[in-house]
């Protein structure tokens, strides 16, 4: 089975303008959770959605979005950005349907805004 | 969510056990305890996980203490590609569909040649 893909690697932007990540989960995980990865805070909780549906959200504001597709693949936007959102920012799949599933993360998206 | 506590950094020699200590003093009762690590330019990736009993897979063994609130996380016998940040997360079963996973800054363990 292929792995769980994030595009692009890498990302550069600056202040004020808005970015898409794409997530395209393991084939038949119905479950994609964002993370964001910073040196100082290490791996946060963005939101997970499961059947196009947001199913939990983390403590970040409202520039911070995402979706889910019908075939799973979801996208994460930012808008606004800010200095401070320079991050490594990586997806997880799952399955969705038990709890302490294992999560099959991609090698994520390294965006940084100049 | 329950909180854990790990070590920033260990060191060891290839070839050697490697023990990683996890301290999670507030563990509820239907807490999963997980372990995830992340090699160099990865995403984090699954390690082992238990309940209450001590738990061997392909990859290591995870050591619950009687009490759950500590947990060891052994590698038999430490290679270079075993160098990474090791996380150890605490998932509440009863919590699904509703999980605010944070890993935290886990551990970064070198391996010395």
């Known amino acids: 089975k292929a792995g769980v893909t994030q595009t692009p690697r890498y990302l550069i932007k600056t202040r004020g303008q808005q970015v898409t990540l794409s997530c395209s989960p393991i084939?038949?995980?119905?479950?994609v959770s964002w993370y964001q990865q910073t040196p100082g805070q290490g791996l946060q909780f963005l939101f997970e959605?499961?059947?196009?549906?947001?199913?939990n959200k983390g403590n970040f504001p409202g520039r911070f979005s995402g979706r889910q597709f019908s075939n799973s693949r979801s996208e994460m936007n930012v808008s606004t950005l800010e200095l401070g959102d320079s991050a490594l920012y990586l997806c997880?799949?799952?399955?969705?349907?038990?709890?302490?599933?294992?999560?099959?993360f991609g090698s994520g998206t390294q965006l940084s805004v100049l | 969510d329950a909180k854990t506590t790990q070590p920033n950094s260990m060191e060891s020699n290839e070839e050697e056990p490697v023990h990683l200590p996890c301290n999670h003093s507030?563990?509820?009762?239907?807490?999963?305890i997980h372990w995830y690590r992340q090699l160099p330019s990865q995403g984090p990736e699954y390690v082992i996980h238990?309940?209450?009993s001590n738990v061997n897979n392909r990859m290591a063994s995870l050591a619950i203490a009687e009490d759950r609130k500590s947990s060891t996380l052994i590698l038999h016998r430490a290679t270079l590609r075993d160098a990474a940040v090791y996380y150890c997360?605490?998932?509440?079963?009863?919590?699904?569909?509703?999980?605010?996973?944070?890993f935290g800054t886990g551990t970064r363990l070198t391996i010395i040649p």
């Open positions: 084939s038949g995980h119905r479950s």
């Open positions: 507030t563990i509820s009762g239907t807490d999963y």
């Open positions: 238990g309940l209450t």
């Open positions: 959605y499961f059947s196009e549906t947001q199913r």
């Open positions: 997360i605490l998932r509440d079963k009863s919590n699904f569909g509703n999980e605010k996973l944070t």
């Open positions: 997880a799949s799952s399955p969705g349907t038990r709890e302490g599933e294992k999560l099959f």
